[in-house]
């Protein structure tokens, strides 16, 4: 036996041997050493590696295999999957939508009309500076109609206005006779119709004065009171309207 047997018979401790048992999936290695093999002299007749069991691994492989939990699904298995309809509502007719819509529009419309009064309340605090006043006729002076419309000057004009915080033409008439005790409508044209009729050369203070698409109250001379357009506030002003009609009330 030569050194180069030796190392050769050494080499073959530290060899890998590696068992596959196939049948079980298992795979089983023996390292016979975590180092290679160191080339130092044995003894001959010692060199003889370790035999492996072969038959007692695969037996313990299959034992493994066996206990193993095992999960079977049949070859016409179905995966069922639950339905549901599914129903599309278009906006007009869903309720909800359109009642949120509809409390929109009228917040909104609240939200406008608060906003056009504070214009409007502007609008008159300006125009109250600048606005061209006419003196009251001393044969006003005492009259129950005329005192009543008077406390309102300054007051602005508010399209469908009928209260102190705002009027239009026949609201301010109709507010203004109704704390006499004499009813009209909210309506000029309306408001033609209550009465008597006069000529102008028997009109009074207090009367109604009324034009096509017009109502104010009579003062006296040439001199009226009402809610004349928007932008403008109750005053007395000059008769600007050809040939009006005179109506006496109560």
């Known amino acids: ?25 298992l795979l089983v290695s023996t390292f016979g050493g975590a180092m ?5 002299p044995v003894e001959s007749g010692h ?9 007692a691994l ?16 049949a070859p016409d298995a179905q995966l069922t999957v639950e339905k549901s309809a599914v129903s599309v509502v278009s906006a007009e007719e869903n309720e909800d939508y359109q009642a949120e819509l509809e409390a929109k529009a009228a917040e909104e419309a609240a939200e406008a009309a608060a906003a056009e009064a504070a214009q409007a309340a502007e609008t008159a605090a300006a125009t109250t500076a600048t606005a061209t006043s006419v003196d009251i006729p001393a044969s006003a002076i005492g009259n129950s109609v005329i005192s009543i419309a ?30 006499l005790g004499i009813p009209l409508p909210h309506s000029s044209s309306a408001q033609s119709g209550y009465g008597t ?3 102008a050369s028997q009109a009074q203070p207090g ?7 017009h109502v104010s109250i009579y003062a006296g001379g040439n ?15 000059p008769i600007w309207q050809s040939n009006p009609t005179f109506i006496r009330l109560g």
Do not use: H
């Not at 060199?47 to 038959?55: E, G, I, P, W, Y």
């Not at 695969?58 to 699904?73: E, F, H, I, K």
């Not at 001199?223 to 928007?230: E, G, L, R």
């Open 1 to 25: 036996m030569t050194p180069l047997t030796e190392l050769a018979q050494n080499a073959a401790v530290g060899r890998r041997t590696a068992v596959a048992a196939a049948g079980g999936a």
């Open 36 to 40: 290679a093999a160191q080339a130092a």
């Open 47 to 55: 060199a003889k590696m370790n035999s492996v069991d072969l038959n």
């Open 58 to 73: 695969t037996t313990q492989a299959r034992a493994a295999l066996s206990s193993a939990p095992v999960v079977t699904v």
């Open 150 to 179: 008077s406390r309102y000057i300054g007051v602005p004009y508010v399209s469908g206005g009928a209260s102190p915080s705002g009027f239009d033409c026949s609201g301010f008439t109709q507010y203004v006779y109704g704390q």
């Open 197 to 199: 009729v006069v000529p």
């Open 207 to 213: 009367d109604l004065m009324w034009t096509p698409g």
């Open 223 to 237: 001199t009226m009171i009402d809610a004349s357009k928007p932008g403008t506030v109750i005053d007395f002003r």
